[in-house]
């Protein structure tokens, strides 16, 4: 059995806690698996850049139109390093483009929520990017070598997206009662489609098991959640802010926060294209592809024609 | 494409990663008329110390450069966006995990 002597060496390879590089040998499933995390984790990269664009003209200042404006930028950078990644396992953009337009391709459900006011910018920046960050943390030790430097890379870059954020609602809280007010709704909103961010419960997830034997996720679904809920509740409680969570409580026994259930309908409605702005965040994608096709044509057709 | 650009071959850039999963880095370049030649040239000029675990080599004549000197103000725009860093927000006392 040459595979499963190969498939053998692989795995004491990772448990080595060596990286596999685009070169090396490697089962179809731990390909597929990756092309599969590293696109939607690039699509999401993408994607994400709707909700906040929407606040670009409208930011309230110059300084604060500034920073968004680079935080955007950054967003749209993580989803060309994560292509690329994604690239040396053998798929095109193209192929990954494809797959999103038709559905294929998942993306983070927690993009399909609208952006209602500017203190949604603030929930986004602590909120989102700080579940993102939770999880991209850890990814640094994915066992795909590619995958594992734009990790850190992002996490890098990710250090001021999540200050921004907090920011924005210390500006708010410290306000009018109005806008302290609206940064209280902005966090009633935002808290747990960011807590869906990290997925199913691990005993639902079926691609958890494979994933972590082949250490392309380092910790579970439910385990980074509860990182994210334990250093987050703090951060709220400094602003005056209170979760909408009614049982959610510090457990000194178990040394970690108590929460209530997730609403796994809710999760679910939106992760199968049926939340308040998946058809519009997909469209915009479709047609902003679409408009841009005659700049690809271009391009093409003048590197035909020079040297290059 | 990969003319020889003399009689000892052309030249090739070589990169090593020394450990798995760091980046590839930059340690020199050689001469080889093919990337066999190249691969065995750059094994024994730039590993004979350590076995590294990855060596890349890539045709000089494929490698696009720019240089600050080049004169235009290619990497300006990223000189005055002091924003982009986290020391730039004020996180009061007390607050952690940011
Ligand atoms: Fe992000
Ligand atoms: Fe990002
Ligand atoms: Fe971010």
Redesign the pocket.
């Given at each position: 059995m040459e595979f499963q002597k190969k498939l053998h060496e692989f795995q004491q390879y990772i448990d080595a806690e060596e990286k596999i590089e685009p070169k090396d040998w490697m089962p179809d499933d731990y390909r597929l698996h990756n092309i599969r995390q590293i696109s939607q984790h690039a699509h999401s990269e993408v994607i994400?850049m709707q909700p906040e664009g929407n606040w670009i003209t409208r930011a309230p200042t110059l300084r604060a139109k500034k920073i968004l404006l680079a935080?955007i930028q950054?967003?749209g950078g993580?989803g060309l390093y994560l292509y690329s990644a994604a690239e040396t396992l053998g798929i095109s953009r193209d192929e990954m483009i494809e797959q999103l337009h038709a559905g294929k391709a998942k993306y983070s459900s927690v993009f399909n929520y609208p952006t209602l006011n500017w203190a949604d910018i603030g929930a986004i920046?602590w909120l989102v990017?700080g579940a993102?960050?939770t999880n991209q943390l850890s990814l640094r030790r994915t066992s795909f070598g590619p995958y594992s430097r734009a990790m850190l890379r992002i996490c890098n870059?990710?250090s001021f997206?999540q200050r921004q954020g907090y920011e924005i609602m210390l500006k708010m809280v410290k306000g009018t009662p109005d806008q302290h007010e609206m940064a209280q709704d902005a966090l009633n909103r935002w808290w747990w489609p960011a807590l869906m961010m990290f997925g199913p419960h691990d005993n639902q997830s079926s691609r958890t098991t494979k994933g972590m034997l082949w250490k392309i996720k380092r910790a579970s679904n439910d385990e980074l959640r509860q990182r994210f809920i334990d250093k987050t509740a703090p951060q709220a409680e400094f602003l005056g802010l209170k979760i909408p969570d009614p049982k959610l409580c510090w457990n000194e026994a178990s040394g970690h926060y108590d929460t209530a259930e997730i609403n796994w309908e809710e999760f679910n409605k939106v992760i199968n294209g049926d939340g308040p702005c998946n058809r519009e965040r997909m469209e915009h994608h479709k047609n902003v592809h679409a408009e841009g096709a005659w700049v690809r044509e271009a391009a093409a057709a003048y590197a035909t024609r020079k040297e290059v | 494409m990969l003319q020889s650009n003399s009689s000892h071959g052309s030249v090739w850039e070589v990169f090593t990663q020394k450990k798995s999963g760091q980046p590839y880095q930059h340690v020199g370049s050689l001469h080889a008329f093919d990337k066999e030649m190249a691969l065995d040239h750059a094994r024994d000029l730039y590993t004979r110390r350590d076995k590294p675990s990855g060596l890349w080599v890539v045709p000089a004549s494929e490698i696009i450069a720019v240089s600050p000197g080049d004169g235009a103000p290619f990497f300006d725009p990223s000189d005055d966006k002091v924003y982009r860093h986290p020391t730039f927000y004020e996180i009061p006392e007390g607050v952690t995990n940011l």
């Open positions: 994400g935080k950054d967003e993580h920046g990017d993102a960050v870059e990710e997206h | -």
